[in-house]
Every structure is written in C-alpha cells, then in structure tokens.
C-alpha cells in the first residue's frame, strides 16, 4: 500500500533529494538554468514551511515518488519536481501527489499554483489539465524548446 508523507527530518530531506535526483536523470535534460544544485542544497529551506512542502510517496520501506510545493510569490506557489518511479506509473500515485500538493498548497494560503512541464510528458499533462490546470504564458526562464506553462486557481 502506497502512503504519503510530508517531509519533516533531515533524513526525509535527504531522500527528497535523492528523488529529485532521480527525476532529473529520467529527463535527459541539463537543469543547470533552474540552479537545479542550489535547489538541492536548499531543498529543506525552499520545500518547508512557512512556504512550501515536500511530499513523498512510499510503499513499506521504498520511497516510490514525490512532489514538492514552493513559493513563487505571496499569492502564488509552484509545483516542482513531482515524480513517480517508472514500476509505480499507472497505480495513481501521480494522480495522489498532485491531489495532496494541491491541497498543500491551499493549506499555506496560496490564491494559485504554476508549474512547468516538457511537451512529451503528455500523460502529466493530461492528469494536469484533469484538475484543472489550463496553460498560461511564460513565468519564468526556460531554454528547452516546447516547455508548457500552466496554472490552476486554488
């Protein structure tokens, strides 16, 4: 059975990063523009409250994927990073992280949340669009040609 918990000790942090690690190795994809080692150095600071949250997904002992929450600007958080390992596609764990960040989200008083995916993450666009999402002009810095930009009103 998969569960789910917010990030609260060092160790859940350190395996946050693992994960996020892990994701930018499944994109093929340079993060350097995103200052993808200062997040990592930061992710404790960055995904944390008072502004934002790191979920992790688990099945027993394995972390299978995560997601995490931040501050964008006083009304606006951004969702990065949400990724489930290949074996966990396709038994909604996807589908409960985003569910649970949206809510986090809510819960830290935020008006809106933005994310940015690539143009062949098609199924993360559809489960996106399936709660809401629509897309919306660039919001930040993104040299990969085909980079969608979406929000949903919380």
Known sequence: ????????????????????????????VDLSFQNFSKELDTISEQYNEPAGALLLARDGETFVGCSGVRRLDEQTAELKRMYVKTEYRGYQVGLNLLERSIELAKKLGYKKIRLDTLENMTKAQQLYRSFGFYEIPSYRFNPLHGTIYMEKDL
């Open 1 to 28: 059975m998969i569960t789910y918990q917010i990030a609260a000790t060092s160790q859940d942090f350190e395996t946050g990063k693992k994960l996020f690690e892990e994701y930018a190795a499944s994109l093929n």
